[in-house]
């Protein structure tokens, strides 16, 4: 079975009443050696290291996780709407609390999901953790949101780029707020195109984001980018579940996503000659670090 964009996928699923996780896992199976079960039973697992980097960062251990640039500002954002009135309010500063303890996490070369990629791995976890506390979702819920997570990615790698040295910070970010948008989506009742439609907005909303890391590390300006993907995605997921529809569909935006990140010149893709990495800040940050070493 060969299903290679959105719009052959929705129709598959229409036509054939496939829902869209099951679609997901019948292609994992395909395209892996693992059966089934196997494919749920690692789900599991990637479940409980996203729940247990968010856990380390923001309850239990938050003083001791921190990045050789970042500190973990997830932690300062949690005490804040613990004891504060939110400016987002009470949903949006959490995820934005989970991506960023999460991001320290990855920082501190401690466990994460790599999801898509680990420059963007505080995405997915922030905002599958935080609909599962604001909606009580159960673990077969949050599978499903994973296998249709799957399903953006994978798409998306087959037709465009997940890497920041590819495509900019566009196509790593964008990707990783694109499957966190259509997973909750898909986990709170949302068609089939609202699905896709809150995807393809992450990716107009975030077009054009260049990659230019600090010192070539994954933190600076990543961590804070991720916290925006976070928000991109709930806001995404917010428009398409109230009826909100892309105006332009989801493959021709990867395709669009796609040009803008091969017009890119290289000191826009993840080689730090570009953007905050060359700013007087970004320099001495660099020089301090590589006499340390
Ligand atoms: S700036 Fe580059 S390295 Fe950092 S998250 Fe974005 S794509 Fe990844």
Known sequence: MRLNSATEIIQ?????KVPLHAL???LEVASTDKSADEIINYLKQVLH?????IRDSIYDSPESIKGKIIENDGVKIKNRYETHQTVCGGTMAKAIAYALGTMTVNASMGKIVASPTAGSCGVLPAVLMTMKERFDLSEETLIEGLLVANIIGRLVAQNATIAGAEGGCQAEVGTASAMAAAAVVYMLDGDINAVF???AICFKNLMGLICDPIAGLVE???AKRNAIGTSNALICAEMTLAGVKSIVAFDEVVSAMYRV???LPPAFRETSTGGLAVTKTAVQISTKLFKEV
Do not use: F, I
């Not at 598959?12 to 054939?16: P, Q, S």
């Not at 290291?49 to 980097?53: E, K, S, Y």
């Open 197 to 199: 439609d809150a995807s």
């Open 261 to 263: 990140g091969k017009a």
């Open 24 to 26: 997901s896992l019948e």
């Open 12 to 16: 598959y699923c229409t036509v054939h």
């Open 220 to 222: 600076s300006p990543c």
């Open 49 to 53: 290291v996203m729940n247990d980097a």
